[in-house]
């Protein structure tokens, strides 16, 4: 079995209206997918032993809606996350490493990275005693190339499956603590998995409303 796709024209309010008939069932898994210019959105639900999605582009007049299996539908979000970091230049094997920087230093290492001025980033490595800026901070410091968030709602409440930060150095998850941030790469794989997990969330959420 596969998934079909297809276009619809929805101009002004009435995209809106046709994403929310397509996929009004709940739970919803609802996907944003950012880059700096674009922001697309989907809705998807299931329904029996198939999902429907239904979204796109925030502002546009274009709906794009697709119906396929059940267990297909972690495949489309990866594929879709695919094409995001494609579009976005976001490789999808990381080439940065977890290293945590206390919060005020990476807040001036960024300063300084922005600000370009050498003296200014060696004397702020050496109070943060790091011999290097973190790959990861370096990409940041200069502003996000794509996100991708996940969340699972149904009629009580929403919670978080996955917010992903696109870089020019790898996908991740960006940590942050009182005290310390980081960033922790994750490549297609692991994201895959991830996303197969959100989605049985979702799955088992709706078998009480179908019983």
Known sequence: MSVDAVELTARGEDAPRVIGFLA??????????????????MNATYDGDEFVMAGGT?????????????????????????????????????????????VPDALVLAEDIRAGGIDDLLTALRV?????????????????????????????????????????????????????LSMRPVDLSEIRAELAEICLTAAALVKPERS
């Open 24 to 41: 009004a069932g709940v739970p919803q898994v609802r996907v944003v997918a950012a880059t700096q210019t674009r922001v697309v959105s």
């Open 58 to 102: 925030i502002g546009g007049d274009t709906v794009t809606a697709m119906t396929g299996p059940a267990w297909q539908l972690p495949q489309e979000l990866a594929r879709l996350l695919a094409v995001l970091g494609e579009a976005s230049s976001v490789p999808a094997v990381p080439r940065f490493a977890t290293r945590s920087v206390a």
């Open 128 to 180: 943060a005693h790091l011999d290097r800026v973190p790959a990861w901070l370096s990409d940041l410091a200069h502003g996000v190339s794509a996100a991708f968030l996940v969340l699972v709602s149904d009629e009580r409440s929403t919670r978080l499956g996955t917010h992903l930060v696109g870089l020019p150095s790898g996908w991740g998850h960006l940590q942050g603590t009182d005290d310390e």
